[in-house]
């Protein structure tokens, strides 16, 4: 097996963190880098030992020793990059959302059936274990009809001034549950309610709630809050419970799965995502990158996750934010 050289666009918190995660795979092989901000780009670069630092991306898809590229930038510039490297005839693994329009999204699903390499986008739920067991069960019918879903994703407030500048809670992780119920129930949504609280007076709220129809006649809520308090003891109060007309489920990932109590107070440090095994990043992360450089060396397209399935997601988030501005239904076709 060949060792793919891959190249990372953007170099915020997710690009170091691919990165990192990268340089602990066999077969995959962090060849470039590439930011506008050539601080930082010194800075990972060195870290990383890579000789090949860019701050235009163009310059890193000309590089024919690039056989795949990370596109970690935020959601807002994913579509450039994506389409180039596509073109280029790069492999491209595209952190999520795909895009922050549907009609972006569509552009890059188009230019992904055209391409030579393949597209995956990075919804890392979808390889979390504790999910890969729901879908197994729901596939297997223990739940019989599937009633109602209930989701919760919330995070301290000390993670998200930055971030809530960028992206408002009901597309930024929202996102995560909505392809989740998406996938687990193999439905579509047909109408959404949501609502959002601003606390900080940021660019965006720091919470929402969202309630989706399905086409089944399911139901299903969803809480995305991104203020808890300073002295909330976990990075993310995860769970997601789904009530069938025959069985229920419950999927808990926060604390305490691991529970850490020092003079600083009580943590529960990440055993899921992206944790530090031996000086190795792994966990969902790591089993994500693996898959896609096993589609890359086995030539096909990615299965677990397609781009049509996350820019569907993309879709009934955006039409939550929509929602919450107008206070009014918004129906799906």
């Not at 549907?102 to 890059?108: H, P």
């Not at 992780?173 to 900080?200: E, F, K």
């Not at 129809?213 to 399911?218: C, I, K, L, P, Y």
Request: hydrophobic share 40%.
């Amino acid at each position: 097996m060949e060792r793919i050289r891959v190249g990372v666009i953007g170099l915020g918190l997710f690009g170091e963190i691919h990165s990192d995660a990268i340089t602990g795979i066999p077969n995959l092989e962090l060849a470039a880098l590439c930011t506008r901000n050539e601080a930082r780009l010194e800075e990972l670069a060195r870290k990383f030992g890579i000789a090949k630092a860019h701050t235009d991306y163009r310059a890193l898809l000309n590089d024919p020793e690039i056989d795949a590229v990370n596109v970690t930038t935020m959601w807002d510039q994913h579509t450039a990059p994506t389409v180039a490297a596509l073109e280029a005839g790069k492999h491209v693994f595209v952190e999520k959302p795909l895009a922050s329009t549907v009609a972006d999204c569509q552009r890059i699903c188009d230019a992904a059936k055209a391409a030579e390499g393949i597209l995956m986008v990075g919804h890392i739920c979808r390889f979390n274990p504790r999910y890969v067991s729901a879908k197994r069960e729901i596939e297997a019918g223990t739940l019989g009809r599937i009633l109602v879903l209930s989701s919760r994703r919330n995070i301290p407030a000390a993670w998200t001034p930055e971030i809530l500048n960028k992206i408002g809670p009901l597309v930024g992780d929202g996102v995560h549950d909505t392809d989740l119920m998406l996938w687990l129930t193999g439905d579509r949504i047909v109408s959404v309610y949501a609502q959002t609280v601003s606390l900080r007076g940021l660019k965006y709220p720091d919470a929402g709630q969202t309630m989706y129809r399905f086409a089944s006649g399911a139901t299903a809520t969803m809480e995305t809050v991104q203020c808890m308090p300073e002295k909330t003891p976990f990075d993310i109060d995860e769970r997601m419970s789904i009530i069938g007309a025959d069985g229920f489920l419950h999927i808990q990932d926060t604390f305490p799965n691991i529970g850490v109590c020092s003079k600083e107070g009580f943590r529960s440090p990440d055993t899921t995502y992206w944790p530090e095994l031996y000086g190795v990043t792994g966990g969902a992360l790591r089993d994500e990158l693996m898959y896609f450089a096993r589609c890359i060396d086995e030539g096909r397209a990615p299965e677990i996750i397609t781009p049509e399935e996350a820019m569907a997601a993309l879709r009934a988030t955006l039409a939550a934010e929509q929602s919450a501005a107008t206070g009014e239904v918004v129906r799906l076709d």
